[in-house]
């Protein structure tokens, strides 16, 4: 494959855009489970980017201040997983988690611990999913609760070298009955994202082998 090193093939990247698919809508039951109301969460588009470009895409989109959700991950790939939303987003989200029973200003003073809750359940189930379809664990720190725009949330711990990348998931949120949009960042360095292709690749020869393909 000569593909460079930060770049998924169209079947890396279908597969990825599958896991991350089984990821999301596990994480949508948990979710469901903690509001009490229907949720349904999808993924129309999985992109790798660097992470200037990263911080320029939701730059484009988005005029708002950002509110973020970031915990990292630790095993055979190690990165920093962010689950962002506009801010006129998240107190949307937060009066969905909590059920319109709160004040505007109770909402405020709960809005923190709801978002990092929110972001726990969201970004662990699908980092935890994903894992474990790749047959690989990944232990994650405990939620922080970030305000920014693009060039703040992409910054790469102590790193200021420009080889990272980041995993840019559009997601649409449903929560009984509010479109809530967000996005889903996982930042990697290279050798971790070289892991991540190698277990895909892995996967994929799963895959194809149960279809009595040429892998093992």
């Given at each position: 494959?000569?593909?460079?090193?930060?770049?998924?093939?169209?079947?890396?990247?279908?597969?990825?855009?599958?896991?991350?698919?089984?990821?999301?809508?596990?994480?949508?039951?948990?979710?469901?489970?903690?509001?009490?109301?229907?949720v349904?969460?999808?993924?129309?588009s999985?992109e790798?980017?660097?992470?200037?470009?990263?911080?320029?895409?939701?730059?484009?989109?988005?005029?708002?201040?950002?509110?973020?959700?970031?915990?990292d991950?630790?095993?055979?790939?190690?990165?920093?997983?962010?689950?962002?939303?506009?801010?006129?987003n998240?107190?949307?989200?937060?009066?969905?988690?909590?059920?319109?029973?709160?004040?505007?200003?109770?909402?405020?003073?709960?809005?923190?611990?709801?978002?990092?809750?929110?972001?726990?359940?969201?970004?662990?189930?699908?980092?935890?999913?994903?894992?474990?379809?790749?047959?690989?664990?990944?232990?994650?720190?405990?939620?922080?609760?970030?305000?920014?725009?693009?060039?703040?949330?992409?910054?790469?711990?102590?790193?200021?070298?420009?080889?990272?990348?980041?995993?840019?998931?559009?997601?649409?949120?449903?929560?009984?009955?509010?479109?809530?949009?967000?996005?889903?960042?996982?930042?990697?360095d290279l050798?971790?994202?070289?892991?991540?292709?190698?277990?895909?690749?892995?996967?994929?020869?799963?895959?194809?082998?149960?279809?009595?393909?040429?892998?093992?």
């Amino acid at each position: 494959m000569n593909h460079p090193p930060h770049i998924l093939d169209e079947l890396e990247n279908d597969a990825l855009t599958e896991l991350v698919n089984i990821g999301v809508s596990r994480a949508a039951v948990s979710l469901r489970k903690m509001v009490g109301n229907q949720v349904t969460l999808s993924v129309p588009s999985v992109e790798v980017v660097g992470r200037k470009l990263a911080a320029t895409l939701i730059q484009e989109r988005e005029s708002d201040e950002l509110v973020a959700v970031r915990q990292d991950f630790t095993g055979a790939f190690n990165g920093r997983a962010l689950l962002i939303f506009p801010e006129s987003n998240s107190l949307e989200l937060v009066r969905a988690v909590t059920q319109d029973e709160l004040s505007r200003p109770e909402m405020v003073d709960i809005e923190e611990e709801a978002l990092a809750e929110t972001g726990n359940v969201v970004l662990n189930g699908c980092l935890a999913t994903m894992a474990n379809i790749l047959q690989r664990p990944l232990t994650m720190s405990l939620p922080q609760v970030l305000r920014g725009d693009g060039q703040i949330l992409f910054e790469l711990a102590e790193k200021h070298d420009d080889d990272g990348v980041v995993l840019f998931l559009y997601i649409n949120f449903a929560i009984s009955g509010r479109d809530i949009r967000g996005y889903i960042a996982m930042l990697m360095d290279l050798p971790s994202l070289q892991s991540l292709k190698e277990l895909i690749g892995e996967f994929i020869a799963r895959v194809v082998g149960t279809d009595g393909g040429d892998a093992h």
